[in-house]
């Protein structure tokens, strides 16, 4: 009796779902369409009749609408509860928890880092401490998602946790009370010494503005005159965003994006407002694979206006605009509904091909020449992502550095740092500590390698170690502070911009 009325629920609801697109389809004689559409209702009641197990209905008519989905674009997607929460805290850039970053490490739910000013740093969670009971429960077995669902709530609420601590013989019990976390759009900026300012833009949620221009200012008046803005990695976020972003660097006037599509509404042109607060300063911006979407919007409006030189490698071409339409309070469907086009006219959009499920590669062999829109008037490609004006390739890991995983020099720096209190920023992996890490490789992580192997991937293990022993100290901004040093990227950028005092002098020279 409960299947028949799950049935009934599920036939009923779907009805009303497509009775709008049946009225339509109806008008438009669409039979066709409307023939398999009332096919799928048929297998749905079969199925739910006659298999061999008991059905859950919401679930079958889910998997049904991604499956219908994905023979769109890689791009239009059902979200469920948790990827519709995912997309929330994205966007909103909060969400209520004990602010930590965690992951696996050695099959264990481990602090990567605590969030700087959250319940978590300010009871004295550590990277490196083990989660190794949430509520009493062990996390054996733990994702990092299934912790995520049980360590995050509402503000106020109070949540047990037990921590492993390398050094220490009993676990370590916390009861925390979750806060509103706030997820850093600018994780971090910097002067990188004498008058080049850094800034990290790490997504597009509604703070992304308005955090770049403080940090802007805040480099500015300490001193900086020009300023390199990574973009790398950055995978997008709000539209709204990125096209306040950009503002923040065009002068009024000036198109940021445009956007068209099939519907009348998704036709659009975004202008810049606002006059620039510091001038026309030399600007690098950094990208690369990892740069989609939003990030896009504002490199190819700089590379299109000659605001900046675009440093770095191929975008990753995510040029097309999204739509959340609601169905539920907790479900939604996200729905592609646009282009976008740089102020030159390009539409960097990648072509996905169905048939291999991989967005094709076309910036190398597009037909489609623009130029930009300065005095330069330079030649800029479309046809799939923004390509750099400078490429600086990520440099290869030779073999034995390509077989040690991060969890190598985590464990190491955590034992390290235990061992030896006291330090400070300023560390640095010497030939001693060199030596320590090659006996950890081989007696704990049981890598076999020759002398030679090891000595040809010592520059990659100074790096990654001194990388992870100054962020066990200092958390996110400790891992920056020392990534700055060996950053191929950064340190082409701070070259490119010591001997010039202007756009249009670091612009000269390139065709």
Known sequence: ???????????????????????????????????????????????????????????MIQAGIRGMLSSLDPHTEFLDQRDFNELRVRTEGQFGGIGIHIGIMDQELTVISPIEGTPAERAGIRGGDRIAEIEGKTTAGFTPDDAIKVLRGE????????????????????ELTRAIINIKAVPYAA????????????????????????????????????????????????LGEGRDVTDLFLPPGGVIVRTSGRIPDSKHEYVAETPQAHGDYPLVVLVDRGSASAAEIVAGALQDWERGLIVGDTTYGKGSVQTIHPLGPDIAVKVTTALWYTPSGRCINRPYDRESAVIQDTTEKTAKVYHTLGKLHRTVYGGGAIVPDVYVAYAKLPPLAARTTRDAFFDFAVDYTNSHPGLTADFRADKAVLEQFRDYLKTTKKLEFTPAEFDSSEGIFVREIEREVVAKLLGMRGDYQARMRSDEHVLKAVELLKSVRSSEELLKGLK
């Open 1 to 59: 009796m409960k299947r028949r009325v799950a049935l009934v629920t599920t036939l009923v609801v779907l009805a009303l779902c497509l009775g709008g697109l049946f009225g339509r389809l109806w008008a438009q004689k669409s039979g066709g369409l409307l023939e398999s559409l009332q096919t799928f209702s048929r297998v749905v009641d079969i199925v739910m009749s006659t298999y061999v197990e008991k059905i859950d209905p919401d679930k």
């Open 191 to 238: 002067l990188l010494g004498g008058t080049v300012g850094y800034v990290r833009l790490a997504d597009f949620s509604k703070t992304a503005s308005a955090e770049l221009g403080r940090a802007i200012d805040s480099l500015f008046s300490s001193g900086a005159d020009r300023l390199i803005f990574d973009l790398r990695s950055n995978g997008g976020g709000l």
């Open 155 to 174: 503000p106020g609420s109070k949540v047990k946790i037990s921590i492993a601590r390398p050094g220490v013989r009993d676990l370590i019990p916390f």
